[in-house]
């Protein structure tokens, strides 16, 4: 092997060795009494269907697509009769924000993604209509009390 195919493996050996696991968590900020039901998904792994009670949470973790920058996590929100989908890791616009640790509060009006401390930086607003946006099919597979 050259030198140069050694230094190329060699720094491909260093960035791959230094990628670490990504951790997403979603906490029910929505107050006493309101259960929040979660599904998160990516093209590959579906987590399943989660409620949360009060201050509860839901947390997972991966190693993001090194090679090709497109890893994606949504997750469909429902709290009483408001449903939202959201996009709660997407590699391009999360890698620097929150490498490590993206951590979403979800509030009375919608999710957020925690900056720092109580800062939030991306917020999405629960919709005015109750199941606004909704379509058939796009619920499939939540529980819906």
Same mark, same amino acid.
């Given at each position: 092997m050259s030198l140069l195919g050694k230094l190329v493996f060699f720094i491909f050996?260093?960035?791959?060795l230094s990628q670490g696991k990504t951790h997403v968590r979603l906490t029910n900020r929505l107050g006493p009494g309101s259960e929040l039901t979660i599904r998160c998904q990516s093209?590959?792994?579906?987590?399943g269907t989660h409620v949360l009670p009060p201050d509860g949470f839901f947390e997972w973790s991966f190693?993001?697509? #090194?090679?090709? +920058?497109?890893t994606l996590f949504f997750c469909r929100i429902?709290?009483?009769?408001?449903v939202l989908s959201f996009d709660a890791?997407?590699?391009e616009r999360d890698e620097l924000k929150c490498r490590e640790?993206? #951590?979403?509060? +979800?509030l009375p009006d919608g999710p957020c993604l925690i900056k720092e401390g109580s800062v939030y930086d991306i917020c999405y607003r629960w919709p005015k209509e109750i199941n606004a946006g909704i379509e058939r099919g796009q619920s499939k597979g939540m529980h819906i009390p």
């Open positions: 050996l260093q960035i791959t093209k590959d792994d579906d987590l190693d993001p697509n #090194f090679l090709v +920058v497109n429902q709290s009483l009769s408001k890791y997407v590699q640790r993206c #951590f979403w509060d +979800v």
